[in-house]
């Protein structure tokens, strides 16, 4: 159980689905008080406020999660720089923006955790990447891997450096994985298949395949060669995707793409 006071800033879609896993470790629901100027977040019964300004004077705040869009966070900062202190721990899950860039509007004395959880968060299946400064202790990356366990898994980078790549991969990725299983129904439905039988055959698949994937001792490669007989459907398929290298050059100028854009957010 977490017995730290935690201030959510931001109660959007990754806000809420943070909070939610966040919300049965919290010995007290009083520990906890959420900044949302949108109204969004009275289903968690915890205490709600507006502003920055309505937070309670005598409240501690252990832990600040900012859960909100890189393109407006500089203006949100300004309202919470009193608690760069050194005590509260920040954790942004604001895309691109670097621990220097928090170094730059809240000083060096605050100890910041940049973040970058996924998509999936929200039922509980998400990843999250992480990076800290040196102002963070063990026993706050403690509690912040436990706030991200709780909608999922979470993997620490020593190199901020790989925070963008990880942004354009699982941060993004939720996006292509979608796009791809429409694909595969879209070209299902033009073969003769129902829609609702294009949908479940794809989304089941895909969902087989990535649970097999993560609970195999083999690889991705072995197991797709235990998919692939000779001359046979699979190998059709195989040929027509991996022709000249198509879908993977596709793939590298998708991550690519994404993982720049995450770099550029950094201004």
């Avoid at 670097?98 to 509980?124: E, W």
């Avoid at 366990?149 to 292509?176: C, H, K, N, R």
Wanted: net charge neutral; charged share 20%; glycine share 8%.
């Amino acid at each position: 159980m977490i017995s730290k006071n935690i201030l959510l800033v931001g109660c959007g879609k990754m806000g809420s689905a943070l909070f939610g896993g966040l919300l049965p470790n919290l010995e007290s629901k009083s520990q906890a008080i959420i900044v949302s100027p949108s109204g969004k977040g009275s289903e968690f019964g915890t205490k709600l406020v507006n502003t920055a300004e309505e937070i309670p004077s005598n409240f501690k705040a252990d832990i600040i999660i900012l859960a909100v869009k890189p393109q407006i966070i500089e203006g949100v900062l300004t309202s919470y720089k009193k608690y760069a202190n050194g005590r509260s721990l920040f954790i942004s899950v604001a895309a691109g923006k670097t621990l220097g860039f928090f170094s730059k509007h809240l000083g060096d004395s605050a100890p910041v955790i940049r973040a970058m959880p996924n998509l999936p968060s929200f039922i509980g299946q998400g990843i999250t990447t992480m990076c800290s400064n040196a102002k963070v202790t063990n026993e706050q990356k403690e509690i912040a891997s436990l706030l991200f366990e709780s909608v999922g898994s979470a993997i620490w980078l020593d190199d901020e450096s790989l925070m963008d790549v990880s942004t354009g991969l699982a941060g993004s990725g939720p996006a292509y994985v979608f796009h791809f299983i429409e694909c595969l129904i879209n070209a299902a439905i033009d073969e003769g298949l129902s829609h609702e039988i294009a949908t479940k055959l794809a989304i089941d698949t895909v969902i087989g395949s990535a649970m097999l994937a993560k609970s195999s001792k083999k690889s991705v490669s072995e197991l797709k060669e235990q998919v692939i007989s000779p001359n046979g459907t699979t190998q059709a398929g195989i040929d027509a995707l991996t022709k000249d290298d198509s879908l993977e050059k596709l793939i590298k100028q998708t991550i690519n793409a994404a993982t720049k854009r995450s770099k550029e957010l950094a201004d």
